[in-house]
C-alpha cells in the first residue's frame, strides 16, 4: 500500500521542473528583439520624415523672401543644411528641387509660387554598408514646400 503511494506521487512529474521560465524568457526574446528593432526603424524613418519636412518648409520661405536668384539659392542651402544637420541627417545626401508657375526672374516675381521638392535617403538602422547595399537598405523620402512670392517683393522700402 505504501509503495503505491509513492507511485501516484510521481506519476503527475514529467521531468521538466524549472523549464518554463527559460521558455518564456527564450520566446520573450524571439518576439521582442524584432519589435524593439521595428520601434526603431520606424522613429529613425519619422525622424527624417519630420526634418524633411520642416527642411523643405524652410527652404521655400526663406526663397520668397530673398532679394535676388543668387541669394535665395545660398539661403536655401543654408537652410536645408541647418535643419537636416539639427534633425541628425547628412545634409550632403540630400537633393533640392526648385520649381515655380513663372520662370521670369528666377522665380522672384510678384505672387509667384515657389515649391521647394526635398529627396533624402534615410538608411536603416544597425545595418551595416555591407557590400555598398545603401540603396537596398535605405528609404526614399520625399517633402515639398510651397509659398508664394509676396505681392510687394522687390518694392522699394
Not at 519636412?53 to 530673398?66: I, L, M, N
Request: aromatic share 4%.
Amino acid at each position: 500500500m505504501l509503495r503505491a503511494r509513492a507511485w501516484v506521487a510521481d506519476e503527475g512529474r514529467s521531468g521538466e521542473e524549472g523549464s518554463a521560465s527559460l521558455e518564456f524568457v527564450a520566446a520573450a526574446l524571439i518576439l521582442l528583439v524584432p519589435l524593439i528593432y521595428l520601434v526603431i526603424a520606424v522613429s529613425v524613418v519619422q525622424g527624417a520624415a519630420l526634418a524633411a519636412e520642416g527642411a523643405a518648409r524652410q527652404a521655400a520661405r526663406v526663397y520668397v523672401q530673398a532679394s535676388d536668384v543668387d541669394a535665395a539659392r545660398a539661403a536655401v542651402d543654408r537652410a536645408v543644411t541647418v535643419a537636416l544637420a539639427d534633425a541628425g541627417s547628412r545634409p550632403s545626401e540630400a537633393s533640392v528641387d526648385i520649381s515655380c508657375d513663372d520662370e521670369g526672374d528666377g522665380c522672384l516675381s510678384r505672387r509667384s509660387e515657389v515649391t521647394v521638392t526635398l529627396r533624402l535617403r534615410v538608411a536603416l538602422p544597425l545595418v551595416p554598408d555591407v557590400l555598398a547595399l545603401r540603396d537596398v537598405t535605405s528609404i526614399p523620402i520625399q517633402s515639398s514646400a510651397t509659398q508664394t512670392v509676396s505681392r510687394f517683393w522687390g518694392a522699394a522700402p
